[in-house]
T-cell receptor, first 112, second 113 residues
Framework: DAGVIQSPRHEVTEMGQEVTLRCKPI?????LFWYRQTMMRGLELLIY????????DSGMPEDRFSAKMPNASFSTLKIQPSEPRDSAVYFC??????????FGEGSWLTVV | KQEVTQIPAALSVPEGENLVLNCSFT??????LQWFRQDPGKGLTSLLL?????REQTSGRLNASLDKSSGRSTLYIAASQPGDSATYLC????????????FGKGTRLSVIA
Protein backbone atom coordinates (compact mmCIF):
# COMPACT_ATOMS: atom_id res chain seq x y z
CA ASP A 1 0.00 0.00 0.00
CA ALA A 2 1.20 3.53 -0.72
CA GLY A 3 0.33 4.75 2.76
CA VAL A 4 -1.86 7.71 3.63
CA ILE A 5 -1.82 10.15 0.73
CA GLN A 6 -2.43 13.86 1.22
CA SER A 7 -2.69 16.69 -1.27
CA PRO A 8 -1.60 19.34 -1.79
CA ARG A 9 1.76 19.04 0.00
CA HIS A 10 2.19 22.79 0.06
CA GLU A 11 -0.28 25.61 -0.43
CA VAL A 12 0.10 29.36 -0.19
CA THR A 13 -3.14 31.27 -0.40
CA GLU A 14 -4.47 34.73 0.30
CA MET A 15 -6.61 35.52 3.29
CA GLY A 16 -10.29 35.00 2.51
CA GLN A 17 -9.76 32.28 -0.05
CA GLU A 18 -11.19 28.78 0.27
CA VAL A 19 -8.73 25.98 0.98
CA THR A 20 -9.48 22.29 0.42
CA LEU A 21 -7.14 19.62 1.73
CA ARG A 22 -7.53 16.04 0.57
CA CYS A 23 -6.72 12.67 2.07
CA LYS A 24 -6.75 9.07 0.87
CA PRO A 25 -6.46 6.67 3.83
CA ILE A 26 -4.91 3.23 3.74
CA UNK A 27 -7.26 0.68 2.22
CA UNK A 28 -9.06 -1.36 4.90
CA UNK A 29 -8.61 1.18 7.67
CA UNK A 30 -11.85 2.14 9.39
CA UNK A 31 -10.82 5.29 11.27
CA LEU A 32 -9.56 8.58 9.81
CA PHE A 33 -8.19 11.55 11.73
CA TRP A 34 -7.40 15.15 10.84
CA TYR A 35 -4.74 16.82 12.99
CA ARG A 36 -3.22 20.28 12.90
CA GLN A 37 0.37 20.91 14.02
CA THR A 38 1.89 24.25 15.04
CA MET A 39 4.98 25.12 17.03
CA MET A 40 2.93 26.73 19.78
CA ARG A 41 0.21 24.12 20.24
CA GLY A 42 1.76 20.92 18.94
CA LEU A 43 -0.52 18.30 17.39
CA GLU A 44 -4.22 19.00 17.85
CA LEU A 45 -7.03 16.69 16.80
CA LEU A 46 -9.55 18.50 14.64
CA ILE A 47 -12.02 15.73 13.78
CA TYR A 48 -12.16 11.98 13.37
CA UNK A 49 -14.34 9.51 11.51
CA UNK A 50 -15.18 5.88 12.22
CA UNK A 51 -16.57 3.95 9.25
CA UNK A 52 -16.99 7.25 7.36
CA UNK A 53 -19.13 8.78 10.12
CA UNK A 54 -17.88 11.88 11.99
CA UNK A 55 -17.56 10.96 15.65
CA UNK A 56 -16.05 14.01 17.31
CA ASP A 57 -15.56 17.41 15.71
CA SER A 58 -15.06 19.32 18.94
CA GLY A 59 -11.52 20.16 17.88
CA MET A 60 -12.62 22.07 14.81
CA PRO A 61 -11.71 25.63 15.76
CA GLU A 62 -14.54 27.51 14.07
CA ASP A 63 -17.42 27.19 11.65
CA ARG A 64 -14.96 28.15 8.93
CA PHE A 65 -13.65 24.59 9.15
CA SER A 66 -15.57 21.63 7.77
CA ALA A 67 -14.68 18.03 6.97
CA LYS A 68 -16.33 15.30 4.96
CA MET A 69 -15.75 11.64 4.29
CA PRO A 70 -18.06 10.63 1.44
CA ASN A 71 -16.59 7.13 1.20
CA ALA A 72 -13.99 4.88 2.81
CA SER A 73 -11.22 6.03 0.49
CA PHE A 74 -11.50 9.80 0.55
CA SER A 75 -11.81 12.72 2.96
CA THR A 76 -11.58 16.50 2.68
CA LEU A 77 -10.90 19.29 5.14
CA LYS A 78 -12.12 22.67 3.99
CA ILE A 79 -11.39 26.13 5.36
CA GLN A 80 -13.61 28.94 4.13
CA PRO A 81 -12.67 31.74 4.43
CA SER A 82 -9.04 31.18 5.35
CA GLU A 83 -7.16 33.45 7.77
CA PRO A 84 -3.42 33.89 8.50
CA ARG A 85 -3.81 32.14 11.87
CA ASP A 86 -4.85 28.98 10.01
CA SER A 87 -1.26 28.62 8.76
CA ALA A 88 -0.05 25.23 9.98
CA VAL A 89 0.69 21.70 8.88
CA TYR A 90 -2.46 19.62 8.52
CA PHE A 91 -2.04 15.87 8.90
CA CYS A 92 -4.40 13.11 7.94
CA UNK A 93 -3.98 9.71 9.60
CA UNK A 94 -5.74 6.37 9.42
CA UNK A 95 -5.86 3.17 11.44
CA UNK A 96 -7.79 -0.06 11.87
CA UNK A 97 -9.68 -0.39 15.18
CA UNK A 98 -7.23 1.24 17.57
CA UNK A 99 -4.12 -0.40 16.22
CA UNK A 100 -1.02 1.32 14.84
CA UNK A 101 -1.88 4.68 13.30
CA UNK A 102 -0.33 5.82 10.02
CA PHE A 103 0.20 9.45 9.14
CA GLY A 104 0.40 11.15 5.78
CA GLU A 105 3.22 13.52 4.93
CA GLY A 106 1.07 16.55 5.75
CA SER A 107 -0.25 19.58 3.91
CA TRP A 108 1.76 22.73 4.66
CA LEU A 109 -0.62 25.67 4.55
CA THR A 110 0.42 29.31 4.53
CA VAL A 111 -2.27 31.99 4.48
CA VAL A 112 -0.94 35.47 3.69
CA LYS B 1 -9.14 15.55 30.25
CA GLN B 2 -5.99 13.61 29.40
CA GLU B 3 -2.84 15.71 29.06
CA VAL B 4 0.56 14.49 27.88
CA THR B 5 3.79 16.27 28.76
CA GLN B 6 7.26 15.66 27.37
CA ILE B 7 10.39 16.99 29.00
CA PRO B 8 12.82 18.26 27.85
CA ALA B 9 11.50 20.08 24.79
CA ALA B 10 14.94 19.82 23.17
CA LEU B 11 18.03 17.74 23.80
CA SER B 12 21.49 17.72 22.26
CA VAL B 13 23.90 14.83 22.88
CA PRO B 14 27.20 13.59 21.42
CA GLU B 15 27.15 10.53 19.20
CA GLY B 16 27.36 7.22 21.05
CA GLU B 17 25.64 8.40 24.19
CA ASN B 18 22.73 6.48 25.68
CA LEU B 19 19.76 8.72 26.36
CA VAL B 20 16.29 8.75 27.87
CA LEU B 21 13.27 10.74 26.73
CA ASN B 22 10.45 11.26 29.20
CA CYS B 23 6.68 11.32 28.83
CA SER B 24 4.06 11.83 31.51
CA PHE B 25 0.27 11.68 31.33
CA THR B 26 -2.39 12.83 33.77
CA UNK B 27 -4.94 10.00 33.56
CA UNK B 28 -3.58 6.52 34.21
CA UNK B 29 -6.60 4.83 32.59
CA UNK B 30 -5.09 4.32 29.16
CA UNK B 31 -5.60 1.72 26.43
CA UNK B 32 -2.10 1.99 25.01
CA LEU B 33 0.82 4.35 24.56
CA GLN B 34 2.85 4.97 21.43
CA TRP B 35 6.14 6.63 20.63
CA PHE B 36 6.57 8.33 17.27
CA ARG B 37 9.41 9.85 15.34
CA GLN B 38 8.99 12.92 13.14
CA ASP B 39 11.68 14.10 10.73
CA PRO B 40 11.61 17.72 9.49
CA GLY B 41 8.98 18.22 6.82
CA LYS B 42 7.61 14.74 7.26
CA GLY B 43 4.73 12.97 8.92
CA LEU B 44 4.90 10.84 12.07
CA THR B 45 6.21 7.30 12.05
CA SER B 46 5.22 4.89 14.81
CA LEU B 47 8.22 3.45 16.65
CA LEU B 48 6.81 1.43 19.50
CA LEU B 49 3.35 0.64 20.85
CA UNK B 50 2.88 -0.51 24.45
CA UNK B 51 -0.46 -1.98 25.48
CA UNK B 52 -1.76 -1.05 28.94
CA UNK B 53 -1.02 -4.56 30.20
CA UNK B 54 2.63 -4.40 29.11
CA ARG B 55 5.62 -2.89 30.88
CA GLU B 56 7.98 -2.40 27.94
CA GLN B 57 8.61 -2.90 24.24
CA THR B 58 11.90 -3.12 22.39
CA SER B 59 12.89 -2.54 18.79
CA GLY B 60 16.57 -2.57 17.94
CA ARG B 61 18.31 0.18 19.91
CA LEU B 62 15.00 1.52 21.21
CA ASN B 63 13.30 0.48 24.42
CA ALA B 64 10.09 2.00 25.72
CA SER B 65 8.78 1.43 29.22
CA LEU B 66 5.38 2.12 30.73
CA ASP B 67 4.43 2.73 34.35
CA LYS B 68 0.69 3.31 34.28
CA SER B 69 0.28 3.87 38.00
CA SER B 70 2.69 6.79 37.99
CA GLY B 71 1.57 8.05 34.58
CA ARG B 72 5.00 7.81 33.01
CA SER B 73 6.77 6.35 30.01
CA THR B 74 10.37 6.54 28.91
CA LEU B 75 12.02 5.98 25.54
CA TYR B 76 15.58 4.73 25.86
CA ILE B 77 17.89 5.09 22.86
CA ALA B 78 21.14 3.15 23.08
CA ALA B 79 24.34 4.21 21.35
CA SER B 80 22.81 7.25 19.70
CA GLN B 81 23.70 8.11 16.09
CA PRO B 82 23.35 11.32 14.05
CA GLY B 83 20.57 9.57 12.12
CA ASP B 84 18.53 9.48 15.31
CA SER B 85 18.18 13.26 15.17
CA ALA B 86 14.45 13.99 14.94
CA THR B 87 11.49 14.97 17.09
CA TYR B 88 10.10 12.18 19.25
CA LEU B 89 6.47 12.32 20.27
CA CYS B 90 4.62 10.35 22.89
CA UNK B 91 0.88 9.71 22.58
CA UNK B 92 -1.67 7.92 24.75
CA UNK B 93 -4.95 6.36 23.74
CA UNK B 94 -7.64 6.76 26.40
CA UNK B 95 -9.33 3.78 27.94
CA UNK B 96 -11.55 3.01 24.96
CA UNK B 97 -9.69 1.53 22.01
CA UNK B 98 -11.68 3.52 19.48
CA UNK B 99 -10.76 6.95 20.80
CA UNK B 100 -8.06 9.14 19.25
CA UNK B 101 -4.52 9.51 20.49
CA UNK B 102 -3.59 12.46 22.69
CA PHE B 103 -0.12 13.74 21.84
CA GLY B 104 2.63 15.46 23.76
CA LYS B 105 4.49 18.32 22.08
CA GLY B 106 7.58 16.21 21.54
CA THR B 107 11.28 16.30 22.33
CA ARG B 108 13.57 17.57 19.58
CA LEU B 109 16.73 15.45 19.64
CA SER B 110 20.03 16.40 18.04
CA VAL B 111 22.84 13.84 18.01
CA ILE B 112 26.15 15.53 17.25
CA ALA B 113 28.84 13.60 15.36
Amino acid sequence: DAGVIQSPRHEVTEMGQEVTLRCKPISGHNSLFWYRQTMMRGLELLIYFNNNVPIDDSGMPEDRFSAKMPNASFSTLKIQPSEPRDSAVYFCASEFSGNTIYFGEGSWLTVV
Amino acid sequence: KQEVTQIPAALSVPEGENLVLNCSFTDSAIYNLQWFRQDPGKGLTSLLLIQSSQREQTSGRLNASLDKSSGRSTLYIAASQPGDSATYLCAVRPSSGNTPLVFGKGTRLSVIA
